[in-house]
């Protein structure tokens, strides 16, 4: 076991992964106990047993526990990111768009709260390699550029930095997996409209202080 | 070790500790090896090296690690409230308490990384019962309270959710300690100043949008 974790390793999965019905499986299974026990209480044993397999079958799939936790992690990124794109696709204006952005990432977020979970409490057991192949920058800027995109709206204020206003829209939002609760008062659409009228609106110009000399903006 | 993290507790620290100058010490110390090598590789060997005493020296302090790490995060807890409670007093006009609260928080924040770092970082390894004992509600219901409070203004809108909003305060705010480096390209003045401008104007009710009949707001 120690030897396959320093095992080296290849930069992408091997082949049999994609063909393999099963690899999908297994990582919804492995978010599903990381998110329970914990990565570190977890075991190989404990996943095998759930996927119906003996432990050593595991290593058809995966070299080792740390590898298996980058390839959940990996695919909650890749799932969320692809989400994320959708959403900054909509045929909407720039203001519209981050609207429905930050209320799609939200209802996303809550939808998916186990792979969320898993991300945001186990990153930092992420090796240093496997954290520089995982899509973060990617995700910032897709939020970056659409704040940016919507500051050629004269509603919206020319001052912004596009990329912290994208981190507190993401810390923001990507908080709401510590406290939301499924049976908790406000519905995932109510936080998601809360949230994108509070981030949005706060990126827009208040009329009453405008630049003097300006009419004023709707 | 095992018997002993297993002992009954009492609700409060022992009196020694407030008598003792050390006791504020070793929770410094052990919440930078906790910030550097995370909590669960950290052992109270670790922490009796740096703290210059023999193992057996550190039970006239803590009874176990994970004590250890309840006393660190209810101490950063503690103090991180006193400081919120400080920016809360301000003698200032409702909406700009807001924007102090907010700046000043980030600066904490940003000047205090190593005990946020484990609080955020090591949260989930506490107790259900350590956790019960932090004061999470009363930190939320300080910004959730100054919401409620500036709502007696009319400039700011009248349907917010102070909880939710308050919520989304702290969660753009925390995320900073994720990505915030003393190197980096904003201060934590810029930071906090572009983060109390997003969300407290955010709160406002934009002039060109609000309620027919009213008069504009400044």
């Known amino acids: 076991m120690v030897n396959r974790r320093r095992a080296p390793r290849t ?36 996943i095998a047993d759930e996927f119906g397999v003996l432990k050593g079958s595991l290593y058809h799939y995966i070299r080792s526990k740390d590898e298996l936790l980058f390839e959940v992690v990996r695919s909650v990124y890749g799932a969320g990111l692809a989400n994320l794109r959708a959403l900054a696709a909509a045929d909407l204006d720039p ?67 596009p990329r912290l206003t994208a981190l507190a829209v993401l810390g923001a939002a990507n908080w709401v997996y510590r406290w939301y609760r499924p049976d908790g008062k406000r519905s995932p659409d109510e936080i998601g409209a809360a949230y994108a009228d ?18 004023a903006e709707r």
Do not use: C
Not at 18 to 25: C, F, I, L, P
Not at 97 to 117: C, F, M, P, Q, S
Not at 199 to 214: F, K, N, Q, S
């Open 11 to 46: 930069g992408t999965a091997p082949p049999f992964r994609s063909d393999d019905g099963r690899w999908q499986e297994l990582l919804d299974i492995a978010a599903r106990i990381f998110a329970r026990k914990g990565y570190r209480s977890t075991t190989l044993q404990d």
């Open 95 to 161: 203001v519209d768009r981050l609207r429905a952005v930050i209320r799609g990432h939200v209802l996303y977020l809550t939808d998916n709260l186990v792979g969320t979970t898993v991300l945001l409490h186990e990153f930092d057991q992420l090796s240093d390699e496997h954290r520089a192949r995982l899509p973060i920058r990617e995700y910032q800027a897709v939020v970056a550029d659409l704040v940016a995109d919507a500051q050629a709206d004269p509603r919206v204020k020319p001052d912004l930095d």
């Open 198 to 215: 509070l981030l949005v609106d706060g990126m827009l110009i208040r009329t009453g202080a405008a630049v003097p000399g300006e009419p």
